[in-house]
């Protein structure tokens, strides 16, 4: 089955405690991209990566970093997590040239 | 990037009803797609307009794109209460340099009541 897996599903860390979100997809998709969505604000753009090793800021890095080693995944990983990075946040990929993005579940994070 | 604007915030109807719901955004785009997303889970894509496009059909759902207006509507019809969920645009307004960047907008959450 075609899908985006993103892990964990719910998180609960302490403020500077380093995590890392992982993503997957099997759809051998080019692009993949990580999002936040907090109440009111919609989803806003963390990163981004067009493919293998290219990775670039969406609207909202600061906090955050992102590696494209392997075509399949794009971790997120917060060096240094602090409360106002508690949020739910969501993997997608695409196809390069095609524009529908394919979600993951989704990852809610808190940070006490 | 600017986000797109849909508009209302929340809409609440019976269901057998039409849903409407609109999105505004403020520069040239190529193209706008609407997601849905239930409950605290992904988004789903459901359809994708051209802006040589005015109108697309999927299903209940009907699009319509007004660039001169910068602003698209999303209908869905004979509403169900399985359509109950936050619904999304996205456009490519914040792609440049052969980079697809969506920018979403912050959503119109649809409760149908049985």
């Known amino acids: 089955e075609a ?31 990580w999002y936040r969505q907090d109440p009111g604000l919609g989803l806003r753009q963390i990163y981004y990566s067009m493919n ?4 670039d800021k969406g609207d909202v890095p600061e ?8 075509k399949r995944n794009f971790p997120l990983i ?13 993997c997608a990929s695409s196809l390069a040239g095609e524009e529908k993005l394919f979600f993951g579940s989704g990852t809610q994070l808190s940070v006490l | 990037s600017q986000q797109g604007e ?5 809409l609440s109807i019976q269901e057998g009803e039409n849903a409407t719901m609109n999105c505004s955004y403020k520069t ?15 988004l789903v894509h459901l359809i994708l307009i051209r802006s040589n496009e005015r109108e697309k059909h999927s299903g209940r759902l009907r699009v ?22 936050s619904y999304f645009c996205a456009t490519d307004e914040g792609s440049s340099g052969g980079s697809y960047i969506p920018t979403f907008g912050r959503g119109t959450s649809l409760i149908v009541h049985p």
């Open chain 1, 63 to 70: 906090g955050y970093k992102v590696s494209r080693k392997e």
């Open chain 1, 3 to 33: 899908q985006v897996t993103q892990n964990p599903r719910y998180l609960i860390t302490v403020t500077g405690k380093k995590l890392t979100v992982t993503c997957s997809q099997n759809m051998n998709h080019e692009y993949m991209s």
């Open chain 2, 64 to 85: 319509t794109l007004d660039t001169s207006k910068k602003s698209s509507s999303l209908l869905i019809t004979a509403s169900r209460a399985a359509d109950t969920a």
């Open chain 2, 28 to 42: 040239s785009i190529n193209n706008l797609q609407w997601y849905r997303q239930n409950s605290g889970r992904g």
């Open chain 1, 52 to 55: 293998v090793e290219v990775t």
């Open chain 1, 78 to 90: 917060l060096e240094s997590p602090s409360p106002n990075q508690t949020s739910l946040y969501f």
């Open chain 2, 6 to 10: 849909e508009d209302p915030q929340a």
